[in-house]
């Protein structure tokens, strides 16, 4: 192993030569493509079309070779022994002995109930079994707004420090006001607890992480007091479908690369991903607040992603923001399927293009900007794409038609002397190399991802349908941007959100139209005016055309279980030997799935009816408001328009209100098991019965 | 109802939930009860720093706020259809 480099010992000309060198690449392999469609154009004079097509590759070239170079760096790093500047390197592989004062926070909204606290379950398990759970307290942070979601997770709460003997050490908040979701539900915390911990462990509902690195995480923040925050690689575990199989076994093999050329150029001036992350509780809350962004629609005010702001402002308060690229036991789960994927990218591109404002702003670091830049390109890259594609078919169909008309010989590309084939040929270097390269370097310790063959098998297969799954996803990643520019907001229906059933065949083509009319229509078109640039566009038409096929059946739950039996898509967590505990128990999904069953309006009913978690509910309502004991504010009338016809005779917006007044709801329990059963609606005498 | 969840009290004391006089135990075990929600409070100042956004928010605040993206839109549709349309009518009628 060679001689680390701790972080007060990287010197400017050590960071520069990295960045120098790193930059440096991306900058000569972009002006080298970009030189290669110029002398493509030479020959004819270049058209106005052209020129469009060369400032939109300059920004599209950039884009991938920075991604090539990201992976090829991270292959020298990994193939000369790992990066000696880490932040793992700071404290011993033993050192992990701190009891600092940490909080783990994980905010949910809406989540399945059974899953979050099965998290947290197999998390406190994990620091008893690391050595104790002295110095960390839980806090599960709740927005939901869906009253089954509420009461469930209160009743999961409570049996949960029960089982585990940790009332005050677990601990569960409902907000009344979720403003500005998830980052005002970790502000509010910050707010009311912040100041008891030094230290705060950030997870997502589906995070998991293992009591041995959170220890470690503490460890390295208490040996670096100039480190603000430590962003772990989160793998991907827990993956049924095809879908989620197929992400966790690319994201397995190609991550670390990404992760160590990461490490490579930005050191200390990471970024932080919004979980799975330790945060030094005093500079978050002194500056990374989140500001207003300045845009003159007040509505648009609030930064929906706000996790690499606050990277920037810690970076901008002088503190450093390390990436954790080799510590193990860092986990969440996938989308299970492509509409799911989507839903989600959604919400990250109104998040990142957001991010543009900050692009110029004074006092951001060098590294900041270059992340932000990343994030907007991995959605505004689309629609230039698409422009770029149009432009390029149409400029190339004109030459065509003029070649022809002027009877001049030669073929489409002859005009091109050669530079077009060198540059598509470059291009595809660009994107498959990085993939070549972390399969080789994964090949060696083949063994969990089930042998070489199946490895390599594996990695083909997922290259293959990525490839044909990129057009349609652009098109989806361009209607994203183009609606949020407008102002539009894009309804995407989550139809599944569980990978125990995949999507229907006719749902598939019901969610996923788009990409075969464009493609039909692509294709007619260049029937008429261009047929033969049919066989070269031929990979983006069959995706666009295949494109709910392909989201049909990587959405499958039998495919996904099938492959797992023929060793495809492997990974080590998927094997009984090399899984942590954590992830093992946080996968055990039989035994609590029937508890937590939800049901229409079941937060009522169990909030009515069922004695422990009404008591339970009104007790935390009257924990927070100890002093209201006013009568309720539900009418009489109403409550009896409840009683005797049902649930669906109030609406959401009454239901949820109810479940806020505890006096209403003391009223109503007693109502219900003292009225006789004729003056009750079946509804609620089925309620009664089935408890 | 929420000791008797909280201490297991129907396995331990099922016998005897509705007996005039409870055991020790059982009395002792439900005194012990605390359901804490949170730790004690203890409040922080979170608020966001004035932030410059340098040139971006000048030109948002001159320019933007006084153009609508939506006609533009409508009319590179339109004219880019037109375009095509007459493209396809050059093709159609006029190409040898």
Redesign the interface.
């Known amino acids: 192993m060679k001689q680390a480099i701790q972080p007060e010992q990287l010197t400017p000309d050590f960071v520069g030569f990295r960045r120098a060198s790193f930059f440096g690449a991306i900058l000569a392999t972009t002006g080298l493509g970009l030189w290669l469609l110029w002398r493509s154009f030479l020959p004819e004079g270049i058209s106005a079309l052209e020129w469009v097509q060369l400032v939109l590759f300059a920004l599209l070239f950039q884009q991938i070779a920075t991604g090539f170079w990201l992976v090829t760096f991270g292959c020298l790093v990994l193939l000369t022994g790992g990066d000696r500047a880490e932040i793992e390197h700071t404290i011993d592989q033993e050192s992990s002995v701190s009891n600092a004062p940490t909080a783990i926070i994980l905010p949910i909204f809406n989540e399945d109930v059974a899953r979050v606290f099965r998290g947290v379950e197999a998390m406190w398990q994990g620091l008893q079994d690391a050595g104790g759970t002295e110095g960390f307290?839980f806090?599960v942070l709740s927005d939901s707004n869906r009253p089954e979601n509420w009461i469930a997770e209160e009743i999961a709460w409570?049996d949960l420090?029960?089982k585990s003997n940790a009332?005050?050490r677990i601990?569960?908040?409902k907000r009344r006001v979720p403003r500005n979701s998830k980052s005002g539900n970790v502000?509010d915390f910050?707010?009311?607890?912040?100041?008891?911990y030094r230290y705060m462990i950030v997870l997502d509902a589906d995070s998991i992480m293992t009591g041995q690195l959170m220890r470690r995480l503490v460890a390295m923040m208490e040996k670096n007091p100039r480190v603000g925050i430590i962003q772990t690689a989160p793998q991907l575990a827990l993956g049924r479908t095809l879908f989620r199989r197929m992400q966790q076994f690319a994201a397995k093999v190609y991550a670390p690369l990404f992760a160590a050329g990461s490490n490579y150029w930005h050191l200390f001036a990471g970024n932080y991903w919004g979980h799975n992350a330790i945060i030094r509780v005093r500079p978050f809350?002194e500056?990374c607040?989140?500001?207003?962004?300045?845009?003159?629609?007040e509505k648009k005010r609030h930064i929906f992603s706000h996790d690499t702001v606050e990277a920037a402002l810690m970076r901008k308060a002088g503190f450093d923001v390390w990436f954790a690229t080799t510590e193990k036991g860092s986990y969440e789960e996938g989308p299970p399927n492509l509409s799911d994927s989507l839903g989600r990218d959604r919400r990250w591109c109104l998040g990142n293009l957001q991010h543009?404002?900050?692009?110029?702003?004074?006092?951001i670091d060098f590294a900041n900007r270059f992340h932000i830049w990343t994030g907007v390109m991995a959605y505004l890259s689309s629609p230039l794409w698409l422009i770029f594609l149009v432009t390029g078919v149409v400029d190339l169909a004109f030459k065509n038609?003029f070649s022809l008309l002027s009877a001049l010989p030669g073929s489409e590309f002859s005009y091109s002397g050669g530079a077009v084939q060198v540059l598509i040929l470059a291009t595809l270097a660009l994107l498959f190399v990085p993939k070549i390269l972390a399969l080789l370097t994964t090949i060696p310790r083949s063994r969990p991802f089930g042998g070489p063959l199946r490895l390599t098998a594996g990695a083909l297969i997922e290259t293959l349908t990525w490839t044909l799954l990129a057009p349609a996803i652009m098109l989806y990643y361009t209607r994203f941007v183009?609606s949020n520019?407008?102002g539009i907001t894009v309804h995407w229906s989550n139809q599944n959100r569980s990978d125990d059933k995949g999507l229907g065949f006719l749902e598939s083509y019901k969610i996923f139209w788009l990409p075969p009319v464009v493609g039909s229509v692509a294709l007619l078109a260049l029937i008429?005016?261009s047929p033969v640039q049919i066989v070269l566009l031929s990979p983006i038409l069959a995706g666009w055309l295949l494109a709910p096929l392909i989201a049909w059946v990587t959405s499958q739950p039998w495919l996904g279980d099938s492959t797992r039996k023929a060793g495809l898509f492997a990974i080590p967590e998927e094997s009984p030997e090399t899984c942590p505990a954590e992830l093992h128990q946080a996968s055990q999904t039989e035994t609590q799935k029937a508890a937590f069953g939800l049901y229409p309006h079941s937060g009522l009913a169990r909030a009515v009816i069922d004695?422990?978690a009404?008591?339970?509910h009104v007790?935390?309502l009257r924990?927070r408001e100890p002093n209201k004991s006013k009568p309720g504010e539900l009418r009489a009338e109403t409550m009896n328009q409840l009683l005797e016809k049902g649930p669906d005779a109030l609406n959401h917006s009454q239901r949820y209100a109810l479940l806020w007044d505890a006096e209403s709801l003391r009223l109503l329990h007693h109502e219900v098991w003292s009225r006789p059963s004729h003056r009750l609606h079946p509804w609620w005498q089925a309620r009664l019965k089935q408890l | 109802m929420l000791a008797w969840r909280v201490t297991g009290g129907s396995q331990r004391w099922g016998d005897v939930l509705l007996a005039d006089d409870l055991p020790n135990d059982l009395r002792q075990a439900f005194e012990n009860v605390r359901a804490q929600t949170g730790p004690d409070l203890a409040f922080s100042s979170m608020t966001h720093r004035e932030m410059d956004y340098g040139p971006l928010e000048s030109l948002a605040q001159e320019t933007w706020h006084r153009f609508a993206w939506a006609p533009l839109l409508k009319a590179v549709i339109f004219w880019t259809a037109i375009f095509f349309l007459a493209l396809a009518i050059h093709d159609h009628f006029y190409l040898p």
């Open positions: 307290d806090f409570l420090c029960r009332f005050g601990f569960y908040r502000a910050c707010r009311r607890w912040g100041a008891r809350i500056h607040d989140l500001p207003e962004l300045p845009d003159p629609d543009f404002w900050f692009l110029f702003a004074p006092g038609r183009i520019m407008l008429v005016w004695p422990v009404h008591s339970l007790a935390l924990e």
